[in-house]
C-alpha cells in the first residue's frame, strides 16, 4: 500500500510521519488489498485539521476529514472513521444477502 503524507504550507516532523503511518497500517489490518493512502494536514487557526483518501480495489474510496486542537488526536480521529467506513463496506461485501 502506498502512504502519501504531507502538509499544507509545513514539512511534516519524522515522528508525526512515524505516528501517522502507524495509525494507517492499523487501517490495512481490516482489508488486506487497500492500494493506496493520502493524508493531507494543515493548521488553521490554532487547530489542525486532517484530510484522509484510501483507495481500494474496483472504484472504492474512503475519505474522512477531521479537525482538533493536536495533530495526533484529529490522527486517531481519523482513524476511526476510516476504520468505521471500511468495516461497513466489508460487512456490505459478506452479508450482501437479505
Request: proline share 2%; charged share 30%; net charge positive.
Amino acid at each position: 500500500m502506498n502512504i502519501a503524507i504531507s502538509g499544507r504550507h509545513h514539512s511534516t516532523d519524522p515522528q508525526v510521519r512515524s505516528y501517522i503511518e502507524e495509525k494507517v497500517r492499523k487501517i490495512l489490518r481490516l482489508h488486506e488489498r487497500l492500494t493506496e493512502a493520502k493524508i493531507i494536514w494543515d493548521q488553521e487557526h490554532g487547530s489542525y485539521v486532517m484530510e484522509a483518501h484510501v483507495a481500494a480495489p474496483r472504484h472504492h474510496s474512503f475519505n474522512a476529514r477531521a479537525e482538533a486542537t493536536d495533530l495526533r488526536a484529529a490522527t486517531d480521529s481519523i482513524e476511526a472513521k476510516l476504520e468505521a467506513q471500511i468495516r461497513h463496506w466489508k460487512d456490505k461485501l459478506t452479508h450482501h444477502r437479505g
